[in-house]
């Protein structure tokens, strides 16, 4: 079993910035696909970024230019830099790992981002 502790969430005001962490414990080996995922009130869960082991990276539209994946292989984290928030980025976030042992997908616990405008 892989287990993710996030960290960073808070309140911000539009323009703003805040970085979300992200670190796995337990069964970390073979992680390949590390990434964020928000959930809006009243909408669906939403892939936002994620980064494979070789560090090639995808964003949802909506964020590019504005946030940035990284990980550390050698800690096992993950983090996300978000600048020029917006209100619309007001979500609960939540970190997300493919692979582990048993290999499969994992999910923290998430952690709420406000942005008042």
């Known amino acids: 079993q892989v287990q993710l502790v996030e960290s960073g969430g808070g309140l911000v005001q539009a323009g703003g910035s805040l970085r979300l962490s992200c670190a796995a414990s337990?069964?970390?080996?073979?992680?390949?696909?590390m990434g964020w995922y928000r959930r809006a009130p009243g909408k669906q869960r939403e892939l936002v970024a994620g980064?494979?082991?070789?560090?090639?990276?995808n964003y949802a539209d909506s964020v590019k230019g504005r946030f940035t994946i990284s990980r550390d292989n050698a800690k096992n984290t993950v983090s996300l830099q978000m600048n020029s928030l917006k209100p619309e980025d007001t979500a609960v976030y939540y970190c997300?790992?493919?692979?582990?042992?048993?290999?499969?997908?994992?999910w923290g616990q998430g952690t709420q981002v406000t942005v008042s405008s």
């Open positions: 980064i494979i082991s070789g560090g090639s990276t």
């Open positions: 997300n790992v493919l692979g582990g042992v048993p290999r499969g997908i994992y």
């Open positions: 337990g069964s970390i080996f073979s992680i390949n696909t």
